[in-house]
């Protein structure tokens, strides 16, 4: 049997109400090539049964696992999967009707990416995020072309918007981190840039994504549980080779990741303060060379922060290193 172009990884917990529409948006798809690959993490109402109600189609398969969490659930979907190409969908949200026709028609790079709607459930509000056209066909070329996106922040750091060869995730033993709960899409984003050697970037809308509190994507975080996040992204970024300006964008990416962190850590106090303060001083050294708006802001006198004499002992602490750098 021929191996599909597409492999379509949903992982699903809870999700019973947005099943139909997800699903009957993938099989309503004007291109066919495909394969959908739902991983049941564990849900208790009624997820799984909405999803064997399309069982019948040969295109779908269904794995039930023990609950794991969004990573677990889409790397045992990437095991499963025999498609040219990845991508991994949240349950909650729906494609556009040409969605797949539109990646198929830049199928040939390692990795394919398009904007997105972003709807909200509350208000009813919509918002359309495009990128710029773009693309190229070598690894230079392909980090610039990525960098540019990156700047953008609003379309880099999702899984969801992208189709990903998976012969470079394979071979090259990618994979998403169980010990991160947040910003688990940028990690493998940072990590993958490090082994493609092309990519697509086109200005069409393939993906509505539906904020909502629901899903096994927007639930409350534990600061505890995000907190390898800062590593791994440190690790990835220090083995790409990067010229000074794409450093400057990915560096000061990796400042507003660090901002965030520090804010999590510190709601509610509920990590020790020796990972707090660590978290501090990593942010304030790497804010002495790369800062950002969002980290100027925390640095000195944000409320963001609850512990202010905390913040305001490395805020100087920090400056000074930086005026003898």
């Known amino acids: 049997m021929q191996s599909p172009l597409f492999s379509i990884i949903i992982p699903a917990y809870n999700v019973e109400r947005f099943v139909d529409k997800c699903m009957e948006s993938i099989l309503s798809q004007s291109f ?5 690959i739902v991983i049941n993490d564990g849900s208790t109402d009624e997820t799984l049964n909405k999803f064997q109600k399309y ?10 696992k023990p609950n794991g969490g969004l990573s677990s659930a889409r790397n045992a979907g990437l095991e ?3 498609g040219e190409y990845i991508s991994w969908f949240d349950p909650d949200d729906y494609l556009e009707p040409d969605t797949l026709q ?7 790079c390692d990795v394919i990416i398009g904007g997105y709607r972003l709807v909200n459930e509350l208000t009813g509000k919509t918002k359309i995020i495009l990128p710029p056209n773009m693309s190229a066909g070598d690894k230079d070329g392909s980090v610039d072309v990525m960098c540019r996106l990156l700047a953008r922040h609003r379309l880099f750091g999702y899984a969801w918007n992208k189709m990903f060869r998976r012969s470079v995730i394979v071979d090259n033993g990618l994979k998403f981190y169980q010990t991160i709960k947040k910003h688990e899409d940028k990690v493998f984003m940072f990590e993958f840039m490090n082994h493609m050697e092309s990519v697509k970037i086109f200005d069409a809308v393939v993906y509505n994504y539906r904020k909502n509190t629901n899903s096994i994507t927007n639930s409350i975080i534990d600061p505890a ?15 790409m080779s990067l010229n000074e300006e794409q450093r400057g964008i990915v560096e000061r990416d990796f400042t507003d990741l660090l901002t965030f962190n520090v804010v999590e850590c510190y709601k509610g106090r509920r990590l020790p303060k020796p990972t707090r303060m660590r978290y501090m001083n990593l942010l304030f050294e790497q804010h002495c060379k790369y800062p950002t708006k969002k980290s100027r802001k925390l640095c000195f006198m944000s409320p963001a922060v609850s512990d202010f004499r905390c913040c305001l002992k490395y805020a100087v602490k920090g400056f000074v290193k930086g005026l003898f750098k």
């Not at 066919?32 to 959908?36: A, G, L, R, S, W």
């Not at 539109?102 to 040939?108: E, N, T």
């Not at 549980?225 to 690790?235: E, G, H, K, L, V």
């Open 32 to 36: 066919t090539d495909y394969e959908i």
């Open 55 to 64: 069982a019948d189609n040969e295109k779908l398969k269904i794995i039930s």
């Open 80 to 82: 499963a999967a025999c």
């Open 102 to 108: 539109r990646f198929a028609d830049h199928a040939g």
């Open 225 to 239: 549980n995000s907190a390898d996040a800062p590593a791994y992204t440190r690790a990835a970024i220090d083995k």
